[in-house]
């Protein structure tokens, strides 16, 4: 057996529970190599459960797609991932892209024969760019108007979050003082609609409604708040932001009456990916195809910021809320590394481990526009500003 590379012994308080956790992990690894005990379960459901575990088979390890290292992959992998060049240079695309023009690696990206549709760009972002953008997602975009999952709970100010926690770390603000808490409110049944948490197992769930669902409780029920909480607890327990037209969670269905402008960086950035990976595409792939998608078309009109603690998971969903289907699917990972699997139109399609690190992006266009996909396992790492 072998282990993913991820440093468990800090999340725990004691070797105690480090072993213990350790031998669960090893004897629940064990049990999945006897795929009878899970035969009903669709291919994509039984490896969001192998690469959760984060105790790994060789075979199931040597599985995931390093797109940071090609050489680290078997030959098999390797044999089906192809090198392509951008249409257009990112760095002349964003600003975003070229605030560090030593960070010269925006003209090219990564596709896979066995993967119609994928787009990858690694390493997208200089170390720079990247904290500007976490410091914008914490910052600037958890606050209204947009809507996060703390507004179902909490009178969350319009500043948000971040500049009480960032009192709290110097020390200006301390227990005691009148703003120190975020207090509890009550909400009503109808408003609470839009806050969910449960889930169910069907073809329906999309990322909206599948971010609410990764961290209910084991009934699927929302669990309210008992008191009020510090600045550093609120952070935290930030799940999900959404950007643009604001989504309701119980018609799965966007508020058009009311649009809020996507940020301006986050629109910039998204429109410059979808003019640079134009007419990308592989015909020697098991299904030929080719990003014909124009950038000059891409109108950025909505989003999601996804907050994951290192046990945080995000299940397998399609993407299809959204009025225009054919627009790429656009993801940047920022932070830790994750476990990313990337399947089919079904959930019967098995599905291939991607891992995705700081500063990637990833763009889905064609078929895998509606491919099942999700997040299975965080894993503790560098960051981007200790490389």
């Known amino acids: 057996m072998q282990t993913a590379t991820v440093n468990h012994q800090q999340q725990f308080k004691s070797k105690r529970q480090f072993k213990i956790w350790e031998k669960q992990q090893k004897e629940n690894a064990a049990k999945r190599l006897n ?36 050489s680290n992959n078997t030959t098999q992998v390797q044999s089906n991932i192809v090198q392509v060049p951008l249409k257009h ?8 892209f ?9 003209n090219y990206a990564l596709i896979m024969k066995n993967v119609p549709g994928l787009i990858v760009i690694p390493d997208a972002f200089s170390p720079h760019a990247q904290r500007q953008l976490v410091k914008h997602c914490l910052r ?29 770390k110097k020390g200006s603000l301390v227990p005691g003082d009148a703003n120190y808490y975020v207090p509890i409110k009550t909400v009503p049944q109808d408003e609470n609609d839009m806050y969910p948490t449960a889930i169910g197992d069907d073809d329906n769930n999309d990322a909206f409604s599948v971010a609410s669902s990764m961290y209910s409780d084991i009934s699927g029920k929302s669990a309210p708040p008992r008191a009020a909480s510090s600045p550093t ?50 015909q020697d792939a098991e299904v030929p195809w080719k990003n014909q998608y124009k950038g000059a078309d891409f109108r950025p009109e909505a989003g999601i910021i996804n907050f994951y603690q290192l046990q945080s998971t995000l299940m397998g969903h399609v993407d299809q809320s959204e009025i225009n289907m054919e ?29 995705l690190n700081s500063g990637d992006m990833l763009v889905m266009t064609a078929i895998a526009r509606r491919a099942y996909h999700g997040t299975t396992t965080t894993l503790y790492n560098k960051l981007a500003d200790e490389r």
């Open 35 to 70: 795929r009878a005990l899970y035969a009903n379960q669709s291919p994509f459901r039984y490896a969001e459960r192998v690469y959760k575990s984060r105790v790994l088979s060789d075979a199931d390890a040597r599985e995931i797609v390093d797109f940071s290292n090609l």
């Open 89 to 96: 240079d990112l760095g002349t695309l964003s600003n975003a």
């Open 98 to 106: 070229s605030a560090d023009m030593s960070h010269n690696k925006s």
């Open 140 to 168: 600037d975009y958890a606050k209204p108007p947009h809507t996060s999952n703390l507004d179902g709970h909490y009178h969350v100010s319009k500043d948000g979050i971040w500049p009480l926690y960032e009192q709290e």
């Open 233 to 282: 607890q609120m952070l935290k327990k930030q799940r999900w932001v959404t950007l643009g037209y604001q989504y309701h969670w119980g018609t799965k269905k966007y508020n058009l009456d009311d649009p809020i402008p996507i940020p301006s960086e986050i629109a910039d950035l998204m429109k410059a990916v979808v003019t640079a990976t134009e007419d990308i595409g592989c």
């Open 327 to 355: 627009a790429p699917l656009i993801s940047m990972s920022l932070g830790h590394s994750c476990i990313y699997l990337i399947g089919g139109n079904t959930r019967d399609t098995k599905p291939i481990p991607l891992r």
